[in-house]
């Protein structure tokens, strides 16, 4: 199975909140496991960015489960490629919460000291996340 990753962003839908993420970082620990799949979650109140590791069949099969979710809107997909290896093989689904996102770690992966993946290299994001991961440890 070919190694791929993929990375999208979306927009929060209306109503939406902090508490409503548990329920999505369940599912996905207990899905992702057993797909072996991995990856990382940033949520803001605006923004989700999500970064999904996995065979090749496997991550496009959830990839097309999330695109139906309407807990979220706008999915641009900002990278797709086959990876060598992975950035998040200790992560069935991290989470990096809106308080992690600096401006100062805006400004070294984006154009600007805002968060705005929409406005981000797909690439720059992953790099972004991993930093954030690795912070966080
Ligand atoms: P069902 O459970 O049958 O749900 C059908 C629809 O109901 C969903 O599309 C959604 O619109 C809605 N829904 C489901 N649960 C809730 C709820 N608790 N509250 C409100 N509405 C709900 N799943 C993973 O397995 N792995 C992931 O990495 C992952 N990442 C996600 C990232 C984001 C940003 C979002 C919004 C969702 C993510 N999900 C993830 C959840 C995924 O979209 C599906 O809801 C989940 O995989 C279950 O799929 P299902 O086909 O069984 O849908």
């Not at 797909?35 to 496009?60: D, H, K, S, W």
């Amino acid at each position: 199975m070919y190694l791929t990753r993929l990375v999208y962003v979306s927009r929060v839908c209306a109503g939406f909140n902090v508490s409503d993420i548990e329920g999505i970082l369940a599912a996905a620990k207990e899905y992702n496991a057993k797909q072996c799949i991995t990856g990382m979650l940033c949520f803001t109140p605006e923004y989700f960015l999500q970064c999904l590791e996995g065979g090749r069949a496997n991550v496009n099969k959830l990839y097309q489960r999330i695109l139906l979710d309407e807990r979220h809107s706008d999915i641009l997909l900002l990278d797709y490629q086959e990876i060598k290896e992975r950035d998040f093989p200790e992560w069935s689904m991290g989470y990096i919460p809106n308080n992690k996102i600096t401006n100062e770690i805006n400004l070294k992966y984006s154009g600007g000291r805002d968060f705005n993946p929409y406005e981000m290299r797909g690439e720059s994001c992953t790099a972004m996340m991993k930093a954030l991961a690795n912070s966080s440890r």
